[in-house]
Every structure is written in structure tokens, then in C-alpha cells.
């Protein structure tokens, strides 16, 4: 079962160290970082990803500001208690990290599947210019009765399939992880700029009772 568990949300990333590592966690004695990874999209854009990454990878891999490396890892959330209110944090969490020494660009350097189940009812938009979108959140199971809440944008004919899936609904996505800039309002007046993670999705499908009898 935990194998499947694994299996059912996979991220793999190419992309260049960006900043310094920040500590993160102390679990079981062990040791964890964060990094922040920088990925460039087909556009000049690119996606400033966050990484977390344990002592015992760092061990094998010195990183350094400005390093080419691929990440295979999960895309993990957890709550964070600010301000009086309870923050979805997103972050991938690495598995196994390896140091490149690339000349070229890499082909498909941000891909994750996501196995999992609609936890919230999906809302359908259209934005200004006619553009289909639709906003999940996906619940994927992982070993220890936990589970990751991801976020996750659909577009154009995903975004009216999606838009029909119900609470409940088992669904495979297959996309890659964005970075989002956004300003929040604040009450005072002031507006402050945040940044939102989730996966844009680019194939889906739902899995039918009858195929997870099988």
C-alpha cells in the first residue's frame, strides 16, 4: 500500500539553486532545508518553486548557488499557523537530488502525477478574455493515515470536464507546478505581495470503480 501511495504523487524538476538554504525542521534527530529552485517555463517566465531537502541528501550533494539539478520528490502540503489563521504551505519534498552539469535545455523540466480524490466542489470561471479555468483541490493519500491538498488549476477543455467531477471523485492529473504572484489586500489599505503554488494540469481523467477493481 505504501508503495502505491508513492506511486500516486511523483514530481520530477530540473532547475537552477536559487538563494542560500534556510533550516526548516528537526525530525527523528534528522535534519531539513529549504531551497528555492528556479525553473523556466517555455516563455521567458520562469517558476521560483520551494525544495525541501534533508541532511542526508546535502551529504552527497554540496549545493551551491546557481547549480543545475534534478529533483525526484513529492509535492507535499502541510498547515501553518500565522496570524491567527491556519495557511496551506506547499513544498516539494525530495527524495533524490542529483547535481548536473547541463550546456542544454532540458526537455520537460517540471512534470508531476497526481493521484487522488476532489476534496472541495471545483469552481468554474471564465476570465475577461473568454479563457476557461476551474480550481481543485486534490486529496493524495500518503503512508501514516496522512494525506496532501493540493491545489490545482484546469484549463479549457480540462477546465469543463473538471468542472463536472464531484466531492469524492477519484481522478490520475498529470501537469507541472507553478509559481503565482499575487497582492493582498489588507486591511489597513496596504497591499501585500504574496506568491501562490499549485499545479497547472495538462491530462486528466477520471478512474472508474470498475478499473480500481481490478
Known sequence: MSGHMIDSNMVTLVGKVAGEKEFSHEMYGEGFFNYRLEIPRLSEAADLLPL??????????????????????????????????NRLVLTVFARDLEVLNLE????????????????????????????????LLIAVNRPYNKSDYIPCIAWGRNARFSAKLQVGDHIRSWGRIQSRSYQKKLQDGTALNKVAY????????????SEKAE
Do not use: A
Not at 550533494?61 to 500565522?82: A, C, I, M, P
Not at 517540471?110 to 466542489?121: A, R, S
Not at 499549485?198 to 470503480?209: H, N, P
Open 104 to 135: 542544454e535545455d532540458v526537455k520537460n523540466p517540471n512534470q508531476i502525477y497526481l493521484e487522488g480524490y476532489i476534496c472541495k466542489p471545483p469552481v468554474y470561471r471564465e476570465t475577461p478574455f473568454g479563457r476557461e479555468i476551474t480550481d
Open 52 to 85: 525541501t531537502i534533508s541532511e542526508r541528501l546535502l551529504f552527497d550533494s554540496k549545493l551551491n548557488v546557481g547549480d543545475t539539478v534534478k529533483v525526484e520528490g513529492q509535492l507535499r502540503s502541510y498547515n501553518k499557523f500565522t496570524d491567527g489563521n
Open 198 to 209: 499549485e499545479v497547472s494540469i495538462s491530462k486528466m481523467e477520471r478512474i472508474e470503480e
